[in-house]
């Protein structure tokens, strides 16, 4: 239901424009996405992927451009795009540098696709993925290299719930969103924990080094890994979050009542 003028496009566009000297090629699929039956866009993204890899193959031929020095983002459906572009250009001449995907869409992939159809870690170099509305809109499980699931990766997202979860689908946005802050945001402001589970992640009982999610994610990260964020923009509680909340648990455990006399 997204076009080019989507919030989504436009905001990672001036994101990027405004962090790097980059070039930025915005893929308009409306014509294809505006179906009020969910299936039909499904089955869409293979046609939009395939122009994509087409374009990518032109560049190279023309412009010079180099797929080592590519990254593919998409949302929702997009992810999906993004993933079967890459599948496509890695069986005829070498992988993609990196593909993101934001909140991959769930329903009409999941259980019935083929890693073909759908994002996964082997279509392009570094995959990574940021969850925020698993198990309703996007998936819950893991897809790529390194996977993020901001405040648990499930609805309801801080800041979503009531008629704005149901009108906007906030916190299926939210991937998008997190994403655009972190193009310009500090390394760290971002900063997420390698961790089993959501659960361990509350309890503080996750352990190594912090890697920050978004477009800074080093391409050596590799797993599951949470954070929490602010409810509105700007989203990013910065680098202490975690460490001040596990201190904080730490010296509570360690506390004692004196013993009556």
Not at 124 to 135: L, S, Y
Not at 160 to 175: W, Y
Request: proline share 5%; aromatic share 8%.
């Amino acid at each position: 239901m997204s076009s080019l003028n989507s919030t989504t496009v436009q905001n990672l566009k001036d994101a990027y424009l405004k962090a790097s000297d980059v070039n930025v090629v915005a893929v308009d699929w409306g014509s294809l996405a505006s179906s009020t039956l969910y299936l039909g866009p499904k089955w869409n993204t293979w046609r939009v992927s395939e122009s994509v890899a087409d374009l990518v193959r032109f560049l190279e031929d023309t412009a010079g451009g180099k797929r080592a020095r590519m990254h593919v983002v998409g949302h929702s459906l997009g992810a999906h795009v993004a993933g079967q572009t890459g599948h496509r250009l890695a069986k005829d001449g070498g992988r993609i540098a990196r593909v993101t995907g934001l909140d991959p869409a769930m329903p009409g992939f999941l259980w019935v696709e083929s890693e073909d159809g759908r994002l996964d870690e082997s279509d392009a170099d570094f995959v990574d993925v940021v969850h925020t509305c698993g198990g309703v809109l996007g998936y819950s499980s893991r897809l790529g290299h390194a996977d993020f699931f901001p405040n648990g990766g499930t609805p309801f997202q801080p800041g979503c719930g009531g008629l704005v979860e149901i009108a906007q689908a906030c916190s299926h946005a939210r991937a998008h969103e997190f994403f655009a802050e972190s193009i310009t945001a500090p390394g760290d402001a971002f900063l997420a924990v390698p961790c089993d589970s959501w659960d361990s992640y509350k309890e503080r009982k996750c352990r190594g080094q912090p890697v920050p999610m978004g477009e800074r994610v080093p391409r050596t990260a590799s797993g599951m890994f949470f954070l929490e964020t602010n409810g509105t923009a700007p989203f990013a509680l910065g680098p202490r979050s975690w460490f001040k909340r596990a201190k904080k648990k730490s010296k509570k455990k360690t506390s004692s009542k004196p013993a009556a006399n």
